[in-house]
C-alpha cells in the first residue's frame, strides 16, 4: 500500500488522507455500479498532506477509524469494491473473521483453505484494504513476519507493530 502515482486521484474528491496514529490513512472511494464504494486504502507517511474527506462515504470511513484507534474492538461497516482474484478473496474473507488480539500463521490459514502459506501471503500483500481486512493479524510462525511485502524495517513494518500492539497480540 503506497501512495497513488497516479497525482490526479489525489486530487480527486474521491481521495482523502486522513490523521493514524502511526502516520496517515489514504482512502480512495469510487462509484461501482451506482454505489458509493470503498476501492482501496493506504498506509502513508506522516509526512503526506492532510486531504479532507468530501464525501459522505469517506468520512464515514474516517470515523470508523477513528474508533478503532480509540478502541480496537471497534468493529468496520463499510461497502468494499470487490476487488481480488477468488483466491485473494477466500484468504481475505477468513482474516475478516480474525478476531481483535488473536494472530494466525500463514501456514494455519494455508491448511485451512487448503492453500500455501506463500500464497496466503501474497494475498495479504495484495490487500486493498488494510485495517478493515486485519493482515496485519496474520504473521510469520517465525515473529511477525513482513507486512505489504515489505520484508525489512521500516514504515509498513512499523504500522503492523503498532496495530498488534494496540490490539494486544504483542
Same mark, same amino acid.
Given at each position: 500500500?503506497? *501512495?497513488?502515482?497516479?497525482?490526479?486521484?489525489?486530487?480527486?474528491?474521491?481521495?482523502?488522507?486522513?490523521?493514524?496514529?502511526? =502516520?496517515?490513512?489514504?482512502?480512495?472511494?469510487?462509484?461501482?455500479?451506482?454505489?458509493?464504494?470503498?476501492?482501496?486504502?493506504?498506509?502513508?507517511?506522516?509526512?503526506?498532506?492532510?486531504?479532507?474527506?468530501?464525501?459522505?462515504?469517506?468520512?464515514?470511513?474516517?470515523?470508523?477509524?477513528?474508533?478503532?484507534?480509540?478502541?480496537?474492538?471497534?468493529?468496520?461497516? *463499510?461497502?468494499?469494491?470487490?476487488?481480488?482474484?477468488? @483466491?485473494?478473496?477466500?484468504?481475505?474473507?477468513?482474516?475478516?473473521?480474525?478476531?481483535?488480539? $488473536?494472530?494466525?500463521?500463514? =501456514?494455519?490459514?494455508?491448511?485451512?483453505?487448503?492453500?500455501?502459506?506463500?500464497? $496466503? =501471503?501474497?494475498?495479504? =500483500?495484495?490487500?486493498?484494504?488494510?485495517?478493515?481486512?486485519?493482515?496485519?493479524?496474520?504473521?510469520?510462525?517465525?515473529?511477525?513476519?513482513?507486512?505489504?511485502? +515489505?520484508?525489512?524495517?521500516? *514504515?509498513?513494518?512499523?504500522?503492523?507493530?503498532?496495530?498488534?500492539? @494496540? +490490539?494486544?497480540?504483542?
Amino acid at each position: 500500500m503506497t *501512495l497513488p502515482t497516479n497525482s490526479s486521484s489525489i486530487k480527486s474528491n474521491d481521495y482523502c488522507v486522513i490523521a493514524a496514529p502511526f =502516520g496517515r490513512l489514504g482512502i480512495q472511494t469510487e462509484m461501482v455500479e451506482g454505489s458509493l464504494m470503498v476501492s482501496r486504502i493506504d498506509y502513508l507517511s506522516a509526512k503526506v498532506a492532510l486531504i479532507f474527506p468530501k464525501n459522505h462515504l469517506a468520512k464515514k470511513v474516517a470515523v470508523q477509524c477513528r474508533e478503532y484507534f480509540k478502541n480496537p474492538a471497534a468493529r468496520f461497516d *463499510l461497502p468494499l469494491k470487490p476487488l481480488g482474484t477468488q @483466491h485473494q478473496q477466500r484468504v481475505w474473507s477468513y482474516i475478516r473473521d480474525i478476531p481483535v488480539g $488473536v494472530s494466525k500463521t500463514y =501456514g494455519e490459514i494455508a491448511a485451512v483453505i487448503k492453500s500455501g502459506p506463500r500464497a $496466503v =501471503g501474497s494475498a495479504c =500483500g495484495a490487500n486493498p484494504f488494510p485495517l478493515v481486512t486485519p493482515c496485519h493479524r496474520v504473521v510469520s510462525a517465525q515473529g511477525i513476519g513482513g507486512f505489504v511485502k +515489505e520484508n525489512s524495517p521500516g *514504515l509498513y513494518r512499523q504500522i503492523k507493530i503498532w496495530l498488534l500492539k @494496540h +490490539e494486544g497480540v504483542l
